[in-house]
Protein backbone atom coordinates (compact mmCIF):
# COMPACT_ATOMS: atom_id res chain seq x y z
CA UNK A 1 0.00 0.00 0.00
CA UNK A 2 1.13 3.61 -0.49
CA UNK A 3 2.46 5.20 2.30
CA UNK A 4 1.82 8.70 4.12
CA UNK A 5 2.65 11.75 1.76
CA UNK A 6 3.90 14.84 2.85
CA UNK A 7 4.68 18.34 0.86
CA UNK A 8 6.68 19.94 0.72
CA UNK A 9 10.04 18.18 1.90
CA UNK A 10 11.84 21.19 2.82
CA UNK A 11 11.28 24.99 3.22
CA UNK A 12 13.30 28.00 4.43
CA UNK A 13 11.06 31.03 5.31
CA UNK A 14 11.68 34.29 7.48
CA UNK A 15 10.40 35.05 10.63
CA UNK A 16 6.66 36.26 10.51
CA UNK A 17 5.67 34.76 7.23
CA UNK A 18 3.35 31.94 6.83
CA UNK A 19 3.39 28.14 5.61
CA UNK A 20 1.45 25.19 5.13
CA UNK A 21 2.46 21.96 4.79
CA UNK A 22 -0.24 18.78 3.04
CA UNK A 23 -0.44 15.43 4.10
CA UNK A 24 -2.03 12.55 2.43
CA UNK A 25 -2.52 9.87 5.16
CA UNK A 26 -2.83 5.79 3.81
CA UNK A 27 -6.02 5.30 2.33
CA UNK A 28 -8.51 3.99 4.54
CA UNK A 29 -7.10 5.47 7.73
CA UNK A 30 -9.49 7.19 9.99
CA UNK A 31 -7.12 8.91 11.94
CA UNK A 32 -4.00 11.39 10.92
CA UNK A 33 -1.69 13.50 13.80
CA UNK A 34 0.61 15.86 12.93
CA UNK A 35 3.62 16.05 15.20
CA UNK A 36 6.57 18.73 15.77
CA UNK A 37 9.80 17.13 15.81
CA UNK A 38 12.45 19.60 16.82
CA UNK A 39 16.42 18.55 16.46
CA UNK A 40 17.61 16.23 19.23
CA UNK A 41 14.19 15.69 20.72
CA UNK A 42 11.39 13.15 20.26
CA UNK A 43 8.00 13.90 18.23
CA UNK A 44 5.42 15.99 19.81
CA UNK A 45 1.77 15.57 19.17
CA UNK A 46 0.63 19.17 18.05
CA UNK A 47 -3.04 17.55 16.54
CA UNK A 48 -5.33 14.75 16.12
CA UNK A 49 -7.89 14.08 13.72
CA UNK A 50 -10.53 11.39 13.86
CA UNK A 51 -12.08 11.52 10.01
CA UNK A 52 -12.61 15.09 9.91
CA UNK A 53 -12.89 15.61 13.63
CA UNK A 54 -10.94 16.81 16.23
CA UNK A 55 -9.33 14.38 18.88
CA UNK A 56 -7.32 16.27 20.44
CA UNK A 57 -5.63 19.72 20.04
CA UNK A 58 -3.95 20.38 23.50
CA UNK A 59 -0.35 21.06 22.59
CA UNK A 60 -1.47 22.64 19.29
CA UNK A 61 -0.47 26.63 19.60
CA UNK A 62 -3.22 27.88 18.40
CA UNK A 63 -2.52 31.55 18.40
CA UNK A 64 -0.30 30.51 15.18
CA UNK A 65 -0.75 26.98 14.12
CA UNK A 66 -4.07 25.67 12.50
CA UNK A 67 -4.71 22.40 10.99
CA UNK A 68 -7.83 20.90 9.18
CA UNK A 69 -8.83 17.87 7.59
CA UNK A 70 -11.61 18.96 5.83
CA UNK A 71 -12.99 16.08 4.50
CA UNK A 72 -11.63 13.25 6.45
CA UNK A 73 -8.77 12.63 3.86
CA UNK A 74 -6.16 14.87 4.12
CA UNK A 75 -5.25 17.81 5.77
CA UNK A 76 -2.92 20.80 5.83
CA UNK A 77 -1.00 22.33 8.94
CA UNK A 78 -0.58 26.35 9.03
CA UNK A 79 2.19 28.10 10.54
CA UNK A 80 0.86 32.23 10.94
CA UNK A 81 2.44 34.11 11.92
CA UNK A 82 6.10 32.02 12.31
CA UNK A 83 8.77 32.23 14.88
CA UNK A 84 12.34 30.91 14.76
CA UNK A 85 11.53 28.43 17.42
CA UNK A 86 9.38 26.96 15.05
CA UNK A 87 12.09 25.16 12.92
CA UNK A 88 11.63 21.43 13.20
CA UNK A 89 10.64 18.34 11.07
CA UNK A 90 6.71 18.22 10.98
CA UNK A 91 5.66 15.31 10.54
CA UNK A 92 2.34 13.26 9.42
CA UNK A 93 1.25 10.10 10.65
CA UNK A 94 -1.83 8.36 10.14
CA UNK A 95 -3.02 4.92 11.67
CA UNK A 96 -6.32 2.58 11.04
CA UNK A 97 -8.09 4.12 14.04
CA UNK A 98 -11.68 3.26 14.77
CA UNK A 99 -10.71 0.66 17.61
CA UNK A 100 -10.05 -1.96 15.06
CA UNK A 101 -8.45 -3.86 17.56
CA UNK A 102 -4.28 -3.39 18.71
CA UNK A 103 -3.75 -2.80 14.57
CA UNK A 104 -5.32 0.23 15.38
CA UNK A 105 -2.64 1.75 17.59
CA UNK A 106 0.68 1.11 15.05
CA UNK A 107 1.23 4.94 13.60
CA UNK A 108 2.93 5.18 10.24
CA UNK A 109 4.68 8.37 9.56
CA UNK A 110 5.27 9.85 6.19
CA UNK A 111 8.63 11.38 5.49
CA UNK A 112 8.35 14.42 7.23
CA UNK A 113 8.74 18.34 5.87
CA UNK A 114 11.75 19.92 7.08
CA UNK A 115 10.94 23.73 8.23
CA UNK A 116 13.57 26.40 9.01
CA UNK A 117 12.52 29.68 10.23
CA UNK A 118 15.59 32.46 9.70
CA UNK B 1 5.98 17.26 27.23
CA UNK B 2 8.14 14.06 26.96
CA UNK B 3 6.51 11.08 28.96
CA UNK B 4 9.26 8.74 28.45
CA UNK B 5 13.26 8.75 28.71
CA UNK B 6 15.52 6.72 27.02
CA UNK B 7 18.68 5.38 28.14
CA UNK B 8 21.46 6.16 27.04
CA UNK B 9 21.09 8.87 24.71
CA UNK B 10 23.55 7.31 22.57
CA UNK B 11 25.75 3.84 22.11
CA UNK B 12 28.28 2.18 19.99
CA UNK B 13 28.31 -0.89 19.41
CA UNK B 14 30.31 -3.62 16.65
CA UNK B 15 28.63 -5.40 14.55
CA UNK B 16 27.04 -8.53 15.58
CA UNK B 17 26.86 -7.45 19.07
CA UNK B 18 23.41 -6.99 21.11
CA UNK B 19 22.09 -3.48 22.01
CA UNK B 20 19.85 -2.98 24.73
CA UNK B 21 18.17 0.30 25.24
CA UNK B 22 15.80 1.25 28.40
CA UNK B 23 12.84 3.76 28.48
CA UNK B 24 11.40 4.90 31.92
CA UNK B 25 8.04 6.56 31.81
CA UNK B 26 5.53 8.57 34.13
CA UNK B 27 1.82 7.64 34.16
CA UNK B 28 -0.28 4.67 33.51
CA UNK B 29 -0.48 3.30 30.33
CA UNK B 30 -2.47 1.18 27.71
CA UNK B 31 0.48 0.06 25.59
CA UNK B 32 4.03 1.07 24.67
CA UNK B 33 5.48 1.28 21.22
CA UNK B 34 9.02 1.02 20.16
CA UNK B 35 9.70 3.13 16.74
CA UNK B 36 13.30 3.52 14.65
CA UNK B 37 14.29 6.88 12.91
CA UNK B 38 16.81 7.14 10.39
CA UNK B 39 17.18 9.00 7.54
CA UNK B 40 16.19 6.75 4.73
CA UNK B 41 13.14 5.43 5.93
CA UNK B 42 11.63 8.15 8.47
CA UNK B 43 9.82 7.13 11.40
CA UNK B 44 8.76 3.13 11.57
CA UNK B 45 7.11 1.43 13.88
CA UNK B 46 8.88 -1.61 15.46
CA UNK B 47 7.09 -3.19 17.90
CA UNK B 48 3.96 -2.76 20.30
CA UNK B 49 3.48 -4.37 23.73
CA UNK B 50 0.54 -4.22 25.79
CA UNK B 51 0.03 -2.83 29.53
CA UNK B 52 -0.50 -6.99 30.66
CA UNK B 53 2.22 -8.21 28.20
CA UNK B 54 5.76 -8.48 29.91
CA UNK B 55 7.63 -9.87 27.03
CA UNK B 56 7.31 -9.97 22.87
CA UNK B 57 9.63 -10.76 20.01
CA UNK B 58 9.93 -9.84 16.82
CA UNK B 59 12.63 -10.99 14.99
CA UNK B 60 15.70 -9.86 16.38
CA UNK B 61 14.05 -7.49 18.56
CA UNK B 62 12.90 -8.18 22.12
CA UNK B 63 11.13 -6.05 24.30
CA UNK B 64 9.99 -6.39 27.36
CA UNK B 65 8.10 -4.34 29.83
CA UNK B 66 7.98 -4.00 33.78
CA UNK B 67 4.75 -1.65 34.55
CA UNK B 68 5.56 -1.85 38.46
CA UNK B 69 8.69 0.27 37.53
CA UNK B 70 6.86 1.51 34.33
CA UNK B 71 10.08 1.09 32.49
CA UNK B 72 10.46 -1.08 29.39
CA UNK B 73 13.65 -2.70 27.18
CA UNK B 74 14.36 -2.92 23.77
CA UNK B 75 17.07 -5.73 22.93
CA UNK B 76 18.37 -6.20 19.28
CA UNK B 77 20.15 -9.41 18.63
CA UNK B 78 23.38 -9.65 16.51
CA UNK B 79 23.08 -6.08 15.49
CA UNK B 80 23.87 -4.84 11.43
CA UNK B 81 25.40 -1.77 10.64
CA UNK B 82 21.18 -0.97 8.62
CA UNK B 83 20.26 -1.05 12.36
CA UNK B 84 21.90 2.25 13.29
CA UNK B 85 19.20 4.94 13.49
CA UNK B 86 17.42 6.67 16.65
CA UNK B 87 15.29 4.35 18.69
CA UNK B 88 11.89 5.98 20.22
CA UNK B 89 9.58 4.48 22.81
CA UNK B 90 5.88 5.74 22.79
CA UNK B 91 3.57 5.34 25.46
CA UNK B 92 -0.07 5.31 25.16
CA UNK B 93 -3.16 5.51 27.25
CA UNK B 94 -5.38 3.29 24.39
CA UNK B 95 -8.94 4.50 23.36
CA UNK B 96 -10.21 6.15 20.33
CA UNK B 97 -7.14 8.55 20.73
CA UNK B 98 -4.27 6.33 20.85
CA UNK B 99 -1.98 9.51 21.56
CA UNK B 100 1.45 8.85 21.71
CA UNK B 101 3.43 10.61 24.26
CA UNK B 102 7.49 10.03 22.94
CA UNK B 103 10.83 9.92 24.76
CA UNK B 104 14.11 11.44 23.70
CA UNK B 105 15.54 8.81 22.05
CA UNK B 106 18.66 6.35 21.79
CA UNK B 107 21.41 7.05 19.10
CA UNK B 108 22.82 3.85 18.43
CA UNK B 109 25.48 3.45 15.71
CA UNK B 110 26.55 0.29 15.05
CA UNK B 111 30.13 -0.05 13.52
CA UNK B 112 31.78 -2.75 10.66
Known amino acids: EAGVAQSPRYKIIEKRQSVAFWCNPI?????LYWYQQILGQGPKLLIQ????????DSQLPKDRFSAERLKGVDSTLKIQPAKLEDSAVYLC????????????????FGPGTRLTVT | SQQGEEDPQALSIQEGENATMNCSYK?????LQWYRQNSGRGLVHLIL?????REKHSGRLRVTLDTSKKSSSLLITASRAADTASYFC????????????FGTGTQLKVEL
Open chain 1, 93 to 108: ASSRGGGAGILSYEQY
Open chain 1, 27 to 31: SGHAT
Open chain 1, 49 to 56: FQNNGVVD
Open chain 2, 27 to 31: TSINN
Open chain 2, 49 to 53: IRSNE
Open chain 2, 90 to 101: ATSRGGGGNKLT
